[in-house]
């Protein structure tokens, strides 16, 4: 099976269908379809950064990667044409075949994960909203899912100051039980991250670890090892 022939919605996506904005997106309408979004994307594994966060990198920016993974997702461009220089053996050969073939074979992938994120898009979005974008020559949008995403929070709907601030006094309020697991911790301010990246206000990995540093020592628990 090759990548292309791949129905990634159906096999991989944990939501097959994302929420349905009904009329113009704003803020929260467009939060949650870019959750679900990254959360099908990272339900396809990839080996093009650490393995663990499969595609996840189609739906972030560099620096919100930057603060799930130490390792950078390089988007793979196509290789072009199979060369084999004359005086290769068969066996150098062979090693160019395969490279070459696993080299379209990531390709393929990345642009089959993505098109099938687009497609999910163009379904949540009703199509006004998505027409400035839209190609009139070949009638697809155009630019890639992280660039889609933007222009719709861009164009229909910014995070002000005071909702920022209101996810942040959220976070600040967040009781944590050590009997969860620390998880609902770390997804907490990684919610909080994204919006803050979504109201042009990016954190830095510090910072970050500072707001996860501040909601775990209200337990009094932990002592020295939050400091690890």
Do not use: W
């Not at 996810?167 to 909080?192: C, T």
Request: aromatic share 8%; charged share 20%; net charge negative.
């Amino acid at each position: 099976m090759t990548a292309n022939s791949i129905n990634y919605r159906d096999t991989f996506f944990e939501f097959p269908d994302l929420t349905k904005i009904h009329g113009e997106p704003d803020s929260e309408s467009l939060y949650k379809i870019r959750n679900e979004l990254r959360a099908n994307a990272k339900s396809v594994y990839s080996n093009l950064s650490d393995g663990a966060h499969g595609h996840i990198a189609l739906v972030m920016t560099a620096t919100q990667y930057a603060l799930v993974s130490n390792m950078a997702f390089v988007r793979p461009v196509h290789p072009g044409t199979l060369l084999i220089p004359p005086a290769t053996t068969a066996a150098q050969a062979q090693v160019l075949r395969e490279h070459h073939k696993e080299q379209l074979r990531l390709f393929r992938e990345v642009e089959g994960v993505e098109k099938a994120l687009i497609q999910q898009i163009i379904k949540s979005v009703e199509a006004p909203y998505l027409a400035a974008i839209r190609d009139h020559v070949s009638n697809s949008l155009t630019g890639t899912v992280q660039q889609i995403l933007d222009y719709l929070q861009t164009a229909y709907d910014q995070i002000s100051p005071q909702m920022l601030e209101d996810r942040e006094q959220e976070l600040r309020n967040l009781s944590y039980n050590p009997r969860l697991p620390i998880d609902v911790v770390f997804n907490a301010v990684e919610d909080y991250i994204d919006f803050a990246e979504l109201a042009l206000q990016p954190m830095s990995q510090r910072q970050s670890i500072s707001k996860a540093y501040i909601v775990i020592n209200k337990t009094r628990r932990f002592k020295s090892a939050i400091t690890e």
